[in-house]
């Protein structure tokens, strides 16, 4: 049972290059979540998937996108990727939509931008 | 805005000391109140939850966490801290009021000294 996946777990990009981060989980979860980790700034969520078929903006969306493939999968595009997207970014799943409990979280990917 | 606020970025121990974190958040109404840790170079885990009933919950590894209503705080805390509590601890809440995303605090680095 691996729980929450995240590839590629490093990625060195240039400005204005395009990438997909990839999310998987197999707990059967309805609620997925990506997150940013910065330091001295704790986690802000970019965009959240309460149930298969529906996205969501969290705090900082901008210069991202989403895409909720199926119930297991949740991935993140950067279309035109900027220094200040520098960071560790985080998935995770929740078993409900809306008053969520527990999130689980993968081991990150850690996104340089040059 | 709709905010969690964690008192201190840094805390240094020594083992055996005692431990206290605090959080407060802005959000009224229904709350489900978390503690996160992260221990270097993994990723977050839960440590303990709040969803209603006794407000002193108990969490993994000799941590518990008491809910105040009034002061809109959740402090963690630990009698006696270990070497190995050395990680990111950080508050989290998932309101009703805020749109049922989980917001975390930016996150206290306690290092325990040997």
């Known amino acids: 049972n691996a729980g929450v996946t995240q590839t590629p777990k490093f990625q060195v990009l240039k400005t204005g290059q395009s990438m997909t981060l990839q999310c998987a989980q197999d707990?059967?979860?309805?609620?997925m979540y990506w997150y940013r980790q910065d330091p001295g700034m704790g986690l802000r969520l970019i965009y959240y998937?309460?149930?298969?078929?529906?996205?969501d903006k969290g705090e900082v969306p901008n210069g991202y996108n989403v895409s909720r493939l199926n119930k297991r999968e949740f991935s993140l595009r950067l279309e035109s990727a900027a220094p200040s997207q520098t960071s560790v970014y985080f998935c995770?799943?929740?078993?409900?939509?809306?008053?969520?409990?527990?999130?689980?979280f993968g081991e990150g990917s850690r996104l340089t931008v040059l | 805005a709709q905010s969690v606020s964690q008192h201190n970025h840094h805390v240094i121990l020594s083992e055996a000391a005692s431990l206290e974190l605090g959080c407060n958040y802005s959000?009224?109404?229904?709350?489900?109140l978390f503690w996160y840790v992260q221990y270097p170079g993994q990723h977050l885990q839960l440590l303990l939850k709040?969803?209603?009933?006794?407000?002193l919950v108990k969490g993994i590894k000799g941590f518990e966490a008491e809910f105040i209503k009034s002061k809109f705080s959740f402090n963690l805390r630990k009698p006696s801290v270990q070497w190995s509590d050395t990680a990111e601890y950080f508050c989290?809440?998932?309101?009703?009021?805020?749109?049922?995303?989980?917001?975390f605090g930016a996150g206290t680095r306690l290092f325990v000294k040997a």
């Open positions: 995770a799943s929740s078993t409900k939509a809306g008053f969520t409990g527990e999130l689980f």
């Open positions: 707990m059967n979860h309805n609620s």
């Open positions: 998937s309460a149930s298969e078929g529906t996205t």
């Open positions: 959000y009224g109404g229904t709350v489900n």
């Open positions: 709040y969803f209603s009933g006794d407000p």
């Open positions: 989290a809440v998932n309101a009703k009021a805020g749109g049922f995303k989980t917001i």
